[in-house]
């Protein structure tokens, strides 16, 4: 097909604003799938990504639609991501289309996120097409949001259209409109190929699958491969399209997107975000990148019961497969033994990875509190980075430690703004800008990535009844004054309970450390003493007292077996608890710690 | 299979269900209980007839409410029993204050039953009527001087703390109580919210621990300072006065259980009948064996058993009868704690230990 008839373009929306239904709906309508295998939400194929109703993974998915003029046109819909911690995965689809849908909820109106997207869309030269979905609901105020959708993108109000994904109601249009508003692509057909990775993953039969559109030339099945980046040389053992399940095609030509099948077996070796072009005939220049993804956020995981380390490390290796961007070493740990220290694009991330171990591969887990990347100047001028608190060098070695900032952008209806900004006060936060954005105030803080990945989020839902909307990017590292904070169970230091904190909060939060185990540790043979520490100094302290009674009361000859499964059931709940030297210690004395700021206070 | 020395009788029929109670037991089924007493002995007969009867030290007839029986009918069923006894062999039996009467309990006195056990609970009205008790607390004084009439020479009282409403007051009133009706010895169980009884159903909170162990303590010291042994976790006995059928069970002996739902352990295997009425009947009418559920017990679950009861007794357990503990190292930790004694091949817990039976036995043992 020529390029004239193509188009290739995404959809930017937040979370449950109807991304997956819109998606779904174009796939009904242009019948790439039929409606009886139309199983809801195609292109979110995690059951995960189902359940919690957001999308993980970019994929590209092509249809074919006749349009009014009467001609058929070869549509390309490249998936994004709605969540924060995936938005670099934005970017990546962004550069591979011309055109992108900014689908706003008609009775929620923009969010922070969305904002942040429809930015990098223009700043892209992408062309938007501003839509209002769930336009059906009754809550729907499709002339006040509209006119905000307008201002943002400098449109014209009556240009933004209005649906509703849900009943099918002027979906036409929306394909309409991508036909006659988003550019054909424009690449050079007889120039070297050259493709843009802009996704991958990892399939068990055919290995390291490549998402690419191709900006000019023409690759064919059974091309020698160059990655510009790396340098690496694959062969495309298979080419083709999804749609929306991998169909060969045997080439791709310029302004195509499609995927290449690579014969990698390590996800991790092919970079997203390379450009590809052929062996014998190679492009001279690599197309722009986009920046490598980093971890964000590390935590510890250790398995509950240590005969489980193997799966837990084969559990990673298989995740890793599909998620490049998760990574993983060996670490161990006094308190808990053997696990590993993971790094997180972001919490979210970090639930999902957990949550994906626990229920695909049937590990019981524990999570060290979630702390960002350190930098540590020590008194010999070395700088060293740190993603433990176990890390950190004695503090007489120290000369500075600084910790990542990030500007986060909130977007609050006028009446919660005194909520956000004493929140944000309250997690060291530095004020840059407010201004209002429709009905609601754009608020601009600087604040450490450390208080964000805390519960910052959770915090900012619940104090704003669900209204404020939340967009970070980070702006550098800069100095902190922090320190480590030590727990100590019967007088020794439990490592897994180490933590990173900011001085002035040290004695709060170690309060409420030991507060939170006092609560959560149970009575035992003896008496255990929780202590909060910096260094050697006590911040707080608890003593789980000694039990005084645990006696079975009756044992009589009928109830002998009874008895003594009523022991074996409670040897079973102490196999739920980490033996920490001699105490025992729940696994929700772990949990409460991290849950560390859901009490109200703030910290 | 070798005879037992200690036979077991469930007499199941009660006039109400108590509050706390999760026994087998028989409501509204009265119209059945001679019944019943013919398939008891059925089942006595076969077990005889099977040479499972060895010369008897001790007999139980426990419940239910086992004075709901005809008294001429008791009598009958301790003529079948009287040749089997050995000299000077302990007989006891159950009995509630509001079911029985001074003439009854001469009665069985006079057809061999030589120890009763009475269920006084509390002698508090208002924690009588939190368990669903029938009796009054003047019903339980009358019964154990009517006791002391008949001849009884052996007689026990059963009581429960931790009862929903129970204050320190109400201890020191029941413990006073209990000390001026002088009995010879005293069962006080912490009540146990068992699943499915009333009290758990309503939702009553458990007794905190602290207010439980005060109780426990108390009476522990109450009874000893009045001349008790504290023999067994729950239960006090005036010296000489021990009851040699429980100890058999704490000592892991061979018994044997007759009625609905009652347990037998003879050689390494362990038995209970099933525990409803019509089948237990209906299977000895037609001249077969109760319907059972087995289940043997390998070298392991015996040894943890002996553990777990021995440790239950002040004296102790012999650690050539009782074998290892899964985890030896732990005994000398114990020790250097205070909550055990480990000599010449004994391991007895001290006074402390006593109280956390159960945290020592998990320190020793691997239950799994």
């Not at chain 1, 020529?2 to 998606?23: M, V």
């Not at chain 1, 909060?505 to 409420?512: F, I, M, S, V, W």
């Not at chain 2, 301790?78 to 000299?87: Q, V, Y």
Request: hydrophobic share 40%; aromatic share 6%; proline share 5%.
């Amino acid at each position: 097909m020529d390029q004239g008839h193509i188009r290739n373009f995404c959809i930017i929306a937040h979370i449950d604003h109807g991304k997956s239904t819109l998606a779904d709906r174009i796939l009904q309508l242009t019948g790439a799938v039929s409606e009886r295998d139309m199983r809801s939400q195609v292109l979110d194929s995690m059951d995960l990504e189902r359940e919690r109703g957001i999308t993980i993974k970019a994929q590209a998915v092509r249809v074919h639609y006749t349009a009014s003029d009467g001609e058929t046109y070869q549509l390309n819909l490249i998936d994004t991501p709605g969540h924060v911690d995936f938005s670099y995965e934005v970017s990546r689809s962004l550069a591979a289309c011309e055109g992108a849908l900014l689908v706003v909820d008609a009775s929620q109106g923009i969010e922070a996120q969305t904002l942040a997207n429809t930015y990098l869309a223009i700043e892209g030269d992408l062309e938007v097409i501003p839509v209002l979905n769930k336009i059906d609901l009754p809550a729907a105020d499709p002339e006040l949001h509209g006119r905000a959708v307008a201002d943002l993108i400098g449109d014209d109000p009556e240009n933004v259209l209005r649906i509703s994904a849900k009943t099918g109601e002027g979906i036409e249009a929306v394909l309409e409109a991508v036909v006659e508003r988003v550019p054909p692509p424009s690449g050079d057909l007889t120039a070297p190929a050259r493709a843009l990775i802009f996704d991958s993953v990892y399939d068990q039969y055919r290995g390291v699958v490549a998402f690419v559109r191709v900006m000019d030339g023409v690759f064919q099945k059974g091309d020698k491969l160059r990655c510009m980046q790396t340098g690496l040389v694959v062969e495309s053992e298979e080419i083709g399209v999804m749609a929306p399940v991998m169909t060969p095609t045997g080439k791709l030509a310029a302004g195509e997107t499609g995927y290449l099948v690579t014969g990698l077996k390590n996800l991790g070796d092919l970079r997203v975000g390379d450009t590809i072009t052929r062996v014998a005939e190679p492009a001279a220049e690599a197309l722009p990148g986009y920046r490598e993804v980093k971890p964000m956020v590390f935590c510890g995981l250790f398995p509950v019961d240590a005969d489980d380390y193997p799966d837990l490390r084969d559990a990673l290796e298989k995740l890793s497969l599909n998620d490049a961007s998760l990574r993983w070493e060996p670490e161990s740990s006094q308190a808990l033994g053997f696990g590993f220290r993971c790094g997180f694009l972001g919490l979210l991330h970090m639930d999902i990875v957990r949550e994906r171990l626990e229920r695909e591969y049937d590990l019981e887990l524990l999570a060290t509190t979630p702390n960002v990347e350190y930098k540590v100047t020590t008194t010999m001028g070395e700088i060293l980075p740190v993603r433990s608190p176990t890390e950190l060098p004695p503090p007489t070695n120290i000369a500075m430690i600084e910790e990542p900032f990030v500007r986060c952008t909130i977007l609050v209806p006028s009446d919660g703004v005194g909520a956000v900004m004493k929140l944000c006060q309250d997690r060291r936060g530095v004020f840059v800008t407010m201004e209002p954005i429709e009905n609601r105030q754009q608020i601009v803080y600087d604040m450490p990535l450390a208080e964000i990945v805390l519960d910052f989020y959770d915090q900012l839902k619940s104090r704003t009844r669900g209204y404020a909307s939340l967009d970070y990017e980070i702006v550098g590292y800069r100095e902190s004054h922090l320190v480590k904070l030590d727990v100590l169970l019967a007088g020794d230091t439990v490592d897994a309970l180490s933590m990173i904190v900011h001085r002035d909060e040290a004695y709060t939060r170690g309060k409420l450390l030991v507060e939170r185990l006092f609560r959560t540790i149970p009575r035992q043979l003896f008496d255990v003493p929780i202590q909060a520490a910096i260094g050697g100094k006590i911040l707080a302290r608890e003593t789980v007292k000694a039990r005084r009674k645990d006696v079975l009361a009756k044992c009589y000859g009928g109830d002998i077996s009874r008895k003594r499964k009523l022991l074996e059931r409670q040897k079973e709940g102490k196999k739920r608890m980490k033996q920490v030297g001699s105490v025992e210690v729940p696994q929700e004395a772990f949990l409460s710690v991290l849950k560390i700021g859901d009490d109200g206070n703030g910290k | 299979m070798s005879p037992v020395a200690h036979l077991y009788l469930h007499l199941p029929f009660c006039s109400s269900r108590c509050g706390y109670c999760a026994f087998v037991v028989n409501v509204g089924a009265l119209g059945r209980r001679d019944e019943y007493l013919d398939a008891l002995l059925a089942e006595l007969e076969g077990e005889r007839a099977a040479g499972r009867i060895g010369e008897l030290q001790t007999v139980y007839l426990g419940g239910g409410t086992p004075t709901l029986m005809r008294p001429r009918r008791l009598a009958a069923l301790m003529e079948r029993i009287r040749p089997h006894l050995a000299p000077g062999a302990e007989v006891s039996m159950e009995a509630n204050p509001e079911s029985v009467d001074g003439p009854a309990l001469a009665a069985l006195r006079r057809a061999g039953v030589n120890r009763l056990s009475l269920g006084v609970q509390s002698f508090q009205p208002h924690l009588l009527s939190a368990l669903d008790r029938a009796a009054t607390p003047a019903q339980a004084r009358q019964l154990i001087a009517c006791a002391r009439a008949a001849g009884f020479e052996d007689l026990s009282i059963d009581l429960i703390f931790g009862i929903p409403g129970q204050t320190a007051d109400d201890l020191e009133r029941d413990l006073a109580e209990v000390l001026t009706a002088g009995p010879d010895h005293v069962s006080w169980y912490e009540l146990e919210l068992k699943p499915g009884t009333a009290l758990a159903r309503a939702g009553t909170p458990a007794f905190d621990e602290d207010e439980g162990a005060d109780a426990y303590r108390r009476i522990v010291g109450g009874l000893e300072d009045a001349g008790y042994g504290w023999y067994e976790t729950a239960n006090f006995a005036r010296p000489g006065h021990e009851c040699r059928h429980s100890l058999a069970y704490w000592s892991a002996a061979d018994y044997l259980g007759l009625g609905v739902g009652a347990v037998s352990t003879v050689g390494g295997e362990r038995w209970r009948n099933a525990a409803a009425l019509d089948g237990y009947l209906a299977a000895l009418a037609a001249g077969e064996a109760p319907p059972r559920s087995r289940e043997p017990l390998d070298a392991d679950d015996v040894r943890r058993e002996r553990w777990m009861l021995g440790l239950r007794l002040e004296r102790g357990l012999p650690l050539a009868w009782a074998g290892p503990p899964d985890r030896p190292d732990a005994l000398a930790r114990l020790s250097a704690a205070g909550l055990l004694h480990h000599d010449a091949g004994a391991v007895s817990l001290t006074r402390e230990g006593r109280f956390v039976q159960n945290a020592i036995l998990h320190e020793l043992m691997d239950y799994a």
